[in-house]
């Protein structure tokens, strides 16, 4: 008996993660609310990848915290992921999506305005300074 690797089982790189269909980042719909403002637009060239993948995969990162290039292989890659929010965020189409999205939530009682928090472990501390100076003036003179 002659085995060869053209009858070995192929295997994916996702090939030994969890069994189960994976939590969608948007509901079905959340997305009919703002699937309008993600219009095809084809330009030649290259089919573009969809843009509900590619919105999944922002909105994946920009939950997770994690590294463009830690995108999970469920997703578009990172760097159609990373190049759709930018011309999203310069056309206006993301800040509109999210307000549609937070306005349901809102209209639902999901959002509470009274708690608020802000992330800043990517800001430098200035040295205890009460109004942010430029590092250099708090050095002395060597």
Not at 90 to 115: C, N, P, Y
């Amino acid at each position: 008996m002659l085995i060869t690797l053209e009858h070995w089982p192929r295997r994916g790189r996702n090939c030994t993660g969890a069994r189960t269909v994976l939590k969608s980042e948007l509901t079905d719909e959340q997305w009919h609310r703002i699937a309008d403002l993600f219009g095809e637009d084809p330009t030649g060239g290259r089919p573009r990848i969809a843009p509900r993948p590619c919105l999944e995969g922002i909105l994946w990162v920009l939950r997770s915290g994690a590294r463009w290039k830690d995108l999970p292989e469920r997703f578009p890659s990172y760097s159609t992921c990373w190049r759709r929010l930018a011309e999203w965020m310069s056309d206006g189409t993301f800040a509109e999506a999210w307000r549609r999205v937070l306005h349901q939530l809102d209209r639902k009682g999901r959002i509470d305005w009274e708690v608020a928090m802000a992330d800043a472990t990517f800001v430098p501390a200035k040295k205890g300074a009460k109004r942010s100076a430029s590092p250099n003036a708090a050095r002395a003179a060597s």
